[in-house]
């Protein structure tokens, strides 16, 4: 049976007003109230169409996170929240208070997420937990996800008993954070839900997920019980590489029996680290790191080992997504993907060699950006990467020479909420101070599209992916921009949000 919807009373950004159909999940229609001309593939029947009034709010593309990893943005609420720590002696006794809030009830680990100890006067050690902590394990995860701090039992729980400090980075956090999502199913898809609700009433309709995890059982097992508010396309990283190509899984291909929400996503390479945790691989040494061991940080899947997996994954089908934020891993993830003569994306590309903005475009490898993490990066930014940060989190750069953008949150290192993405991305300043390299900013249609799937405006033939605004967000002042009101949500043509 045909399903039509006709949107009335809706203005396009800009101030145009234009009704909208919709036929079957896609839109059919877009044209001047009461002179609306039908596509060609038009048959509904206009006694069954369900009309619904705008009343003069604004429509746009339904908006899309280009990066999360939605089983820890899930978590992260039920964790201890450390994020107001402006030292290791503060996290410390953030936890010590939980502790003794807690109890001797509560045996079980303690896991505290969003600590910053780029910019701490003093260093994480697992003693200054121990203190307060006695024989609890307690595992603190930073808000980058690639360092995490434990105590003395938590590292016995991990075979990491005779670590010198307990701060474990890169790889060696990966296996302990890989473990903290070991949550009874019922109880994670549900909290997952919550978020894919959340993110809904954000105006998103689809996620990249990049979650660690074997994606594709967990998303279907949850869109076939009822969780469709969000279209999913799931990561595959080099572990699960083997598996997903006997599975003959290809990015772009659907996974039957979930509704046409459910996609294969691209193949995921980490190759270097993170700014706060100094091992984003650079050219340069990091200040008060010189002549030590990693001081221009870490290469953690070598160029010559990194060709070969990304040769061996595009052959199968699927498209790379390479984690690169220093320089020097830009330069070596755009070498790889000049020498395989594939396109792909990098994702996060905080530092570039000038050099290097230009091949992006030339390959064909969308710059998958975060551009919220300027805004809680800029410190650390400033007195780890001096002199450069004119080419740090460089989106103007970017566009100007010809990439394309995908935006996204990388959730929960930033909110999974497209509108402070994009605000952080036009005005470049998150708090009172001025805007960090303004010069970098890019306009809100430019930051729309790169939110939108490659959609720059609702046409007929589209899919029915629509939100809908109280506020223009082409001159919404900075305030309405970061905390857009969205009235409602469109995903395929049925509402997953709506406070009309």
Known sequence: MTES?????????????????????????????????????????????????????????????????????????????????????????????????AGEADAGPLVGYGFRDGLWPDAPHRGLLDAVTGARPVILVSADLHCCWLNSAALAEHGRAEHPTGLLREDDCFV????????ETETLDSWVRDTARAAAARGVVGVVDLEMSWNVDDWTRRIRSGATELRVRFGIYPQHLDRAIDAGLATGALIAGTHGLLQVGPFKVITDGSLNTRTAYCFDEYPGLEGLAHSRGLLNVPYDELVPMLRRASQAG???????????????????????????????????AESDFERFARLGVTAGVQPEHAMDDRDVADKYWPGRTGRAFALASLLEAGADLALGSDAPVAPLDPWITIAAAVVRTGDDRAPWHPEQSISVADALFASADGRRALEPGGPADIAVLDVDPLSASTDELRRMPVAATLLAGRFTHNAL
């Open 5 to 101: 919807v006709l949107l009335t009373g809706a203005r396009l950004p800009g101030g145009a007003r234009a009704d909208l159909l919709l036929v079957d999940g896609r839109i059919d229609s877009v044209g001047e109230p009461d002179g609306i001309v039908r596509g060609a593939s038009s048959s509904h029947d206009d006694a069954s169409t369900q009309i619904i009034d705008l009343d003069g709010r604004y429509v746009i593309p339904g908006l899309w996170d280009k990066h999360v990893h939605a089983t820890q943005w899930a978590l992260v609420s039920r964790r201890l929240d450390l994020s107001s720590a402006e030292s290791a002696a503060d996290a410390v006794a953030i936890v010590g208070q939980r502790l003794r809030q």
């Open 176 to 183: 302990v954070t890989r473990t903290l999502g070991d949550v």
């Open 318 to 352: 699927l498209v790379p997504a390479v984690h690169a934020i220093g320089d020097h891993a830009n330069k070596l993830a755009l070498d790889a993907f000049e020498r395989l003569g594939v396109g792909g994306s990098i994702e996060h590309a905080q530092l570039v």
